[in-house]
């Protein structure tokens, strides 16, 4: 290689000129000489400044052209072999320059079972990259499902789920997308699956999407199996089911959690069957086309033991707003009604969607409006008349059943919104040994059921407290019927706003606790001053009922009737004491006729049961006089100039002289003295309190 130089001629000559011009000159050969070597970079030979001829191979030399060229190892070799240092000069097994390596085109590992792979930290084992992947669960992309919601993944869900199930548990992903299947497999007889989904159910963006393609059955079948564990999963399927659960835990499950799921435009949603310790936290139920949110039942052979519900939610809405008991209707022919009014017909519930005249023929809405997706179910309108209608629900849903051998359920935190019921239990099978028992909810809230609060048919032991059950349309808040067993306990409770009575205790279940708790503003709609804060039917016995407010809220305003409604009958062991009673409709406490002769009703403001009696004769010598269930002042006087003693549990207290003189008696409830006299009986005036 060279390099032409061309240096400057001296035009004049001085000591000056000369000193400047002879240093620049051997600058610019210095700089000719170092192009030459190549250590610039520059040309004529573009090599990079860090290599030079002495200490690094001459790079990208060409193949010899010539007997006078440089020869490479491959020109006079064949099939040459090269060792390569097992560490380079930047640290690296194979040398790389050091620096930034760019990747580039398709790279292609093969045998990843043999590379390897330690963890960090002391007493780390080496395994392959193989093995670790598999450490983490299998995908059910592994097996090529496709979450665009139109590909039928159920061969690649099923293969994924053999991966598990053959590798004895582990962790089914099903990552962001929407997945349709005809079928989940059903998982038997199995311990330790995980089923993990990700993503948000809300807006436009959901997670991970299962859509069920079939019209009928259960969808994911969990059977005798332990440990299970399913998160973050949204349940939507493609078309309008008539019957099946999404999801069910059956054949002797137990210990098992459904986290963080949601379910909407299903027909029913959860069935545990004889299984025990199921716990379902943060679910959400919405826009149901069936009867069931959660059923917790079992079966005489087996039976349900411990259910735990925390944060569950549910709502059925109302697709015009909100409604009020003045929007429920009844529909007839030819009738004019207003858009957001509802009516209960033909097993659905409706609400209008625009004013007009009903049809002049036929029975009104009825079924589900034309179309196939079950989200149309709720967006499209039925025509009747000049009116439209939306289909708002069955008028069965009920948002949580306890049914038959089903024990031990606890509900924390749990809503219920609109529906029908929010929480029933019954006894289908009625063996008499099969009705469930020791139910438990706690800081639950129900709002606008059209039917029913809490409504016990059956069962024995439920225990309420710091519960919110208001605005039932139609009915009562709490219902103890006679089918109950009994040990109702009703504490710290927010029982407000239903159609109904607050609280019904039927004629049977006993004992009932109620403490307090505030029972307000009851009776709502047309049935103002008609039903009451609690109504003890004919002949109810052993309740309890201390400490509670009864009547207007604080924001004023009350429909009931009475505080206290106790009906007239056989009941006894009834105690109602130290309960706010006023600012009812019709009066504190009313009380029919009871022949019992253990019940107490003292200090409950608001209520004044008699007060000053007319006086009246004793009878026959020696005459006994009781209190009532409330206390009693009682002034006695003889009537004529004859003595009498009066004598309480066998000890006088009191001799009776001289027909002015009044002896007064304090009584409690029931609580009673004796009255001996010879020849004229005395007389006495009680003050009733």
Same mark, same amino acid.
């Given at each position: 290689?060279?390099?032409?130089?061309?240096?400057?001629?001296?035009?004049?000559?001085?000591?000056?000129?000369?000193?400047?011009?002879?240093?620049?000159?051997?600058?610019?050969?210095? %700089?000719?000489?170092?192009d030459?070597?190549?250590? #610039?970079?520059?040309?004529?030979?573009?090599?990079?400044?860090?290599?030079?001829?002495?200490?690094n191979?001459?790079?990208?030399?060409?193949?010899?052209s010539?007997?006078?060229?440089?020869?490479?190892?491959?020109?006079?070799?064949?099939?040459?072999?090269?060792?390569?240092?097992?560490?380079?000069?930047?640290?690296?097994?194979?040398?790389?320059?050091?620096?930034?390596?760019?990747?580039?085109?398709?790279?292609?590992?093969?045998?990843? *079972?043999?590379?390897?792979?330690?963890?960090?930290?002391?007493?780390?084992?080496?395994? %392959?990259?193989?093995?670790?992947?598999?450490?983490?669960?299998?995908?059910?992309?592994?097996?090529?499902?496709?979450?665009?919601?139109?590909?039928d993944?159920?061969?690649?869900f099923?293969?994924?789920v053999?991966?598990?199930?053959?590798?004895?548990?582990?962790?089914?992903?099903?990552?962001?997308?929407?997945?349709?299947?005809?079928?989940?497999?059903?998982?038997?007889?199995?311990?330790?699956?995980?089923?993990?989904?990700?993503?948000?159910?809300?807006?436009?963006?959901?997670?991970?999407?299962?859509?069920?393609?079939?019209?009928?059955?259960?969808?994911?079948?969990?059977?005798?199996?332990?440990?299970i564990?399913?998160?973050?999963?949204?349940?939507?399927?493609?078309?309008?089911?008539?019957?099946?659960?999404?999801?069910?835990?059956?054949?002797?499950?137990?210990?098992?959690?459904?986290?963080?799921?949601?379910?909407d435009?299903?027909?029913?949603?959860?069935?545990?069957?004889?299984?025990?310790?199921?716990?379902?936290?943060? /679910?959400?139920?919405?826009?149901?086309?069936?009867?069931?949110?959660?059923?917790?039942?079992?079966?005489?052979?087996?039976?349900?033991?411990?259910?735990?519900?925390?944060?569950?939610?549910?709502?059925?809405?109302?697709?015009?707003?909100?409604?009020?008991?003045?929007?429920?209707?009844?529909?007839?022919?030819?009738?004019?009604?207003?858009?957001?009014?509802?009516?209960?017909?033909?097993?659905?519930?409706?609400?209008?969607?625009?004013?007009?005249?009903?049809?002049?023929?036929?029975?009104?809405?009825?079924?589900?409006?034309?179309?196939?997706?079950?989200?149309?179910?709720?967006? %499209?309108?039925?025509?009747?008349?000049?009116?439209?209608?939306?289909?708002?629900?069955?008028?069965?849903?009920?948002?949580?059943?306890?049914?038959?051998?089903?024990?031990?359920?606890?509900?924390?935190?749990?809503q219920?919104?609109?529906?029908?019921?929010?929480?029933?239990?019954?006894?289908t099978?009625?063996?008499? *040994?099969?009705?469930?028992?020791?139910?438990?909810?706690?800081?639950?809230? #129900?709002?606008?059921?059209?039917?029913g609060?809490?409504?016990?048919?059956?069962?024995?032991?439920?225990?309420?407290?710091?519960?919110?059950?208001?605005?039932?349309?139609?009915?009562?808040?709490?219902?103890?019927?006679?089918?109950?067993?009994?040990?109702?306990? /009703?504490?710290?409770?927010?029982?407000?706003?239903?159609?109904?009575?607050?609280?019904?205790?039927?004629?049977?279940?006993?004992?009932?606790?109620?403490?307090?708790?505030?029972?307000?503003?009851?009776?709502?709609?047309?049935?103002?001053?008609?039903?009451?804060?609690?109504?003890?039917?004919?002949?109810?016995?052993?309740?309890? /009922?201390?400490?509670?407010?009864?009547?207007?809220?604080?924001?004023?305003?009350?429909?009931?009737?009475?505080?206290?409604?106790?009906?007239?009958?056989? #009941?006894?062991?009834v105690?109602?004491?130290?309960?706010?009673?006023?600012?009812?409709?019709?009066?504190?406490?009313t009380?029919?006729?009871?022949?019992?002769?253990?019940?107490v009703?003292?200090?409950?403001?608001?209520?004044?049961?008699?007060?000053?009696?007319?006086?009246?004769?004793?009878g026959?010598?020696?005459?006994?006089?009781?209190?009532?269930?409330?206390?009693?002042?009682?002034?006695?006087?003889?009537?004529? *100039?004859?003595?009498?003693?009066?004598?309480?549990?066998?000890q006088?207290?009191?001799?009776?002289?001289?027909?002015?003189?009044?002896? *007064?008696?304090?009584?409690?409830?029931?609580?009673?003295?004796?009255?001996?006299?010879?020849?004229?009986a005395?007389?006495?005036?009680?003050?009733?309190?």
């Amino acid at each position: 290689m060279s390099i032409n130089v061309t240096l400057p001629q001296l035009s004049t000559l001085n000591n000056t000129s000369i000193l400047s011009q002879t240093n620049s000159n051997f600058a610019t050969i210095q %700089t000719a000489l170092t192009d030459a070597v190549s250590r #610039s970079g520059q040309s004529p030979n573009n090599m990079t400044s860090s290599l030079d001829m002495n200490n690094n191979q001459i790079i990208n030399l060409p193949a010899p052209s010539t007997v006078n060229s440089p020869a490479r190892l491959i020109d006079v070799v064949s099939n040459p072999t090269i060792t390569v240092p097992g560490t380079g000069t930047s640290g690296h097994t194979v040398p790389f320059l050091d620096g930034n390596n760019t990747w580039s085109g398709t790279n292609t590992f093969n045998n990843t *079972t043999s590379i390897p792979f330690v963890q960090t930290g002391i007493g780390a084992v080496a395994k %392959t990259v193989d093995a670790k992947l598999k450490d983490f669960w299998v995908s059910v992309k592994d097996f090529g499902a496709v979450g665009d919601d139109s590909t039928d993944n159920t061969t690649a869900f099923t293969n994924a789920v053999n991966a598990v199930l053959a590798n004895g548990g582990g962790t089914l992903f099903i990552p962001h997308g929407t997945y349709r299947l005809a079928s989940f497999p059903t998982i038997s007889n199995s311990n330790n699956i995980n089923i993990k989904g990700e993503g948000a159910f809300f807006g436009t963006t959901f997670g991970s999407t299962l859509r069920h393609t079939s019209t009928t059955g259960d969808f994911i079948i969990f059977s005798n199996c332990q440990q299970i564990t399913m998160e973050d999963i949204y349940f939507i399927p493609t078309v309008r089911q008539t019957s099946g659960y999404q999801l069910t835990f059956v054949n002797q499950c137990a210990n098992s959690i459904v986290r963080r799921c949601r379910m909407d435009f299903v027909y029913n949603g959860i069935l545990i069957m004889d299984s025990s310790n199921i716990n379902l936290e943060y /679910i959400q139920l919405r826009s149901f086309l069936g009867t069931q949110g959660i059923l917790f039942t079992g079966t005489a052979a087996i039976g349900s033991f411990g259910l735990y519900l925390d944060h569950v939610t549910s709502d059925q809405p109302y697709p015009v707003r909100s409604i009020i008991f003045s929007d429920i209707k009844t529909w007839t022919q030819s009738t004019a009604f207003t858009a957001g009014q509802v009516i209960n017909n033909n097993g659905n519930i409706y609400q209008c969607t625009q004013n007009g005249t009903s049809s002049g023929v036929g029975t009104g809405p009825a079924g589900f409006p034309a179309g196939s997706t079950p989200d149309s179910v709720f967006s %499209t309108n039925i025509t009747d008349g000049t009116c439209l209608w939306k289909f708002v629900c069955n008028n069965s849903l009920t948002w949580f059943i306890n049914d038959n051998y089903a024990n031990s359920p606890t509900l924390i935190s749990c809503q219920w919104l609109n529906g029908a019921i929010a929480v029933l239990i019954q006894d289908t099978a009625n063996t008499g *040994t099969s009705f469930p028992t020791f139910f438990v909810g706690f800081d639950c809230g #129900s709002d606008h059921p059209f039917a029913g609060g809490y409504v016990l048919n059956a069962g024995f032991s439920v225990i309420l407290t710091a519960c919110f059950i208001g605005s039932c349309l139609t009915n009562n808040g709490v219902l103890a019927s006679t089918g109950f067993k009994g040990e109702l306990q /009703i504490s710290n409770c927010r029982i407000e706003g239903n159609a109904g009575n607050g609280v019904l205790l039927q004629n049977g279940p006993q004992p009932t606790l109620i403490t307090g708790s505030l029972i307000a503003n009851n009776s709502g709609g047309t049935s103002v001053g008609l039903n009451h804060g609690i109504s003890i039917a004919p002949n109810a016995s052993h309740i309890t /009922i201390v400490g509670n407010r009864i009547g207007a809220n604080s924001l004023g305003g009350n429909n009931q009737g009475f505080g206290i409604f106790f009906n007239s009958g056989s #009941s006894d062991f009834v105690i109602i004491e130290g309960n706010d009673v006023s600012t009812n409709v019709n009066g504190g406490i009313t009380i029919g006729t009871i022949t019992g002769t253990h019940n107490v009703i003292k200090d409950n403001p608001g209520y004044n049961p008699v007060g000053v009696t007319a006086a009246a004769t004793m009878g026959a010598s020696p005459f006994t006089v009781t209190a009532g269930m409330t206390p009693e002042t009682h002034y006695v006087r003889q009537s004529a *100039t004859n003595t009498a003693t009066v004598t309480k549990g066998g000890q006088q207290i009191a001799t009776l002289a001289g027909a002015t003189t009044y002896y *007064t008696f304090e009584l409690g409830p029931n609580e009673s003295y004796v009255t001996t006299w010879a020849t004229t009986a005395p007389t006495f005036t009680k003050d009733v309190h």
